[in-house]
């Protein structure tokens, strides 16, 4: 009996603490409430972009405060209220205040405030995406272009990478024609052939003329590559043949080296490469012509029924110069007269044919329009000139032969397309156009030559239809013949109907590089000079409008490039020129 009077006074002492605890506790609560009281009832409530924060019940039996947040009202869910593990309705216990009160902040000063403003942040943020979304979706897709169209390559690339929408709108056809039609394009000048350290140097380095800036382009396709040709037309760039070394893989060394045959295709506007089909004789520095045909030109036809011709035809007084046909066989058939029968029941199978083949590689290309490209001497496997040309039909991925040029002409040493015309230049001085659509050479017969210094090679480019060569020449008055100071490059024009040449400007540089690179395109002509010159390599860039009466030349940049390249990227450099 004693000890279970002892054991229930102890449980009673407990029991009591246990109260005097709750009641100090609910002590303190009703002062906190009694300062609520004194605010309205608005500041009570939270706004409706914030968070509502309220205590929760009091239980008694030592539970002390059960505190939790009621965050539903922020998301629209009036049945999310977070519930306590120990509520009344769970554990059937009954309040000790007698009225529920909600009203209590049981967060520290500053906690509140932080957890609103962070709430309040990602709220702002979904509306602000929100925004912009709704921006795409009602800016139209033409006003897209418009504002697309008018943007510099280099800014047009990054506007491509913020979203597929606009890569998508960048890259149709009708943006293409649309950003070439508004003359947004500016010229790009495209330089191969570097060569860093004695090795050939896996780089393109392209100039943006109207915004003087020099970007590299990695073309680790080219790495060993050297003595190759290039010639553009759109916007891609085809470099032809070319040797690498076999001892000495990268390096520019013509001991044991070999020729190639292969083609490749650069697309500026993508930076991708492809192949197309190689040539039948590999070649090393080749004189290239491109030039755009009609989709009905005949470049089979027309191969095929001359490709046994070996001589020109002249342009003076009538006659024609015959090689290799002593009986003037040839002569007997004009390319005007008709054609045999054999040939002409051929001509439909043969066309359904191509026909079929240019579907098939229509699907493969970007673009429809049908260009060929001519390549004509260089040097052969064995370092040896060729006289031999080929002609590339873009619709049909195909190389063939053409006619040889005449044995007395020379080795040729440039070449251009004008007005559907090839005509090359001989290191004899000797003019011949090979006539795309007919498919035979013409010898042109040009007295007199405009004078020059034979170490020099002339340089042809065309105009907008008109025909021009750069040469250089010893320059009139005093002076010692042979001094270098003393020599001066100039630009000549060709009249076509007359056959004669005229002097058109004087280049301002002196001609310190042997192997001046020179291309045009539309009414412009560019140059590029590379010489070394104190232990440093230097280069210079130049452009003439021909389309002013007071032709001149500019340099158009002063940024200099070629600060660490060798010296032998003089003699083996190559340039195009793109409207992107």
Not at 53 to 64: A, P, Q
Request: proline share 3%; hydrophobic share 35%; net charge positive.
């Amino acid at each position: 009996m004693i000890s279970n009077r002892l054991a229930g006074e102890t449980s009673l002492h407990r029991d009591l603490e246990a109260l005097s605890v709750s009641k100090r506790l609910v002590r303190s609560v009703s002062q906190k409430l009694r300062k609520k009281k004194n605010r309205s009832e608005g500041e009570e409530e939270e706004d409706g972009g914030g968070v509502s924060l309220r205590c929760l019940v009091l239980y008694g039996r030592g539970g002390g405060c059960k505190v939790g947040a009621e965050t539903s009202d922020d998301f629209g869910d009036s049945n999310g209220r977070r519930r306590s593990s120990a509520s009344e309705e769970g554990k059937g216990y009954k309040t000790i205040c007698g009225v529920e009160e909600t009203g209590v902040d049981c967060f520290s000063y500053g906690v509140k405030d932080k957890f609103w403003k962070r709430n309040n942040r990602k709220d702002l943020e979904v509306e602000e995406l929100q925004q912009n979304s709704r921006m795409h979706l009602f800016l139209p897709d033409d006003i897209l272009e418009l504002c697309l169209v008018r943007l510099p390559l280099t800014s047009l690339m990054n506007a491509r990478l913020v979203c597929r929408k606009w890569r998508y709108l960048t890259t149709t056809p009708r943006f293409m024609q649309m950003r070439k039609e508004g003359m947004h394009q500016n010229p790009w000048l495209f330089l191969f052939g570097a060569v860093k350290d004695g090795y050939c140097s896996a780089e393109i380095h392209a100039l943006d003329v109207s915004l003087d800036e020099w970007h590299r382009i990695d073309a680790d396709i080219l790495k060993g590559r050297f003595l190759f040709s290039v010639a553009s037309i759109q916007d891609s760039v085809y470099i032809v043949g070319g040797c690498s070394s076999l001892t000495n893989f990268g390096r520019v060394d013509r001991s044991s080296f070999k020729t190639h045959k292969g083609v490749l295709v650069f697309s500026a506007l993508t930076k991708s490469w492809r192949k197309v089909a190689s040539m039948k004789y590999a070649r090393s520095s080749p004189i290239l012509g491109i030039s755009e045909v009609g989709s009905d030109c005949m470049i089979v036809r027309s191969q095929q029924n001359r490709q046994d011709r070996r001589f020109p035809r002249t342009r003076i007084g009538g006659t024609s110069d015959v090689y290799e046909d002593p009986h003037r066989l040839s002569l007997r058939r004009e390319p005007g007269s008709a054609i045999n029968e054999n040939e002409i029941s051929s001509l439909p199978n043969r066309k359904q044919g191509k026909v079929v083949r240019q579907k098939g590689d229509r699907s493969n290309s970007n673009d429809c329009r049908r260009f060929v490209l001519i390549a004509v001497g260089g040097l052969g496997s064995w370092d040896e000139p060729l006289d031999s040309g080929e002609i590339y039909d873009s619709m049909t991925n195909k190389w063939m032969e053409i006619q040889r040029l005449p044995v007395d002409f020379g080795i040729v040493c440039s070449g251009v397309v004008c007005n559907g015309m090839f005509y090359v230049y001989s290191e004899t001085d000797k003019l011949a156009g090979y006539d795309i659509e007919r498919g035979f050479w013409v010898g042109i017969q040009i007295t007199p030559s405009p004078p020059r210094v034979h170490e020099y090679y002339p340089k042809l480019v065309s105009c907008n239809g008109r025909l021009f060569m750069l040469s250089v020449s010893w320059c009139e008055g005093d002076g010692q013949i042979g001094r270098r100071n003393k020599a001066v490059r100039k630009l000549w024009e060709l009249d076509l109907m007359y056959l004669t040449w005229t002097e058109v400007s004087v280049h301002p540089d002196a001609p310190m590089d042997w192997n001046a690179a020179f291309v045009a395109d539309r009414n412009l002509i560019f140059g590029v000079e590379m010489f070394k010159i104190f232990g440093q390599v230097l280069d210079f860039l130049t452009v003439c409008d021909v389309s002013d009466k007071g032709t001149h030349w500019s340099h158009i940049s002063r940024n200099h490039m070629a600060n660490e390249l060798d010296a032998s990227s003089c003699m083996t450099k190559s340039m195009a020129v793109l409207h992107l």
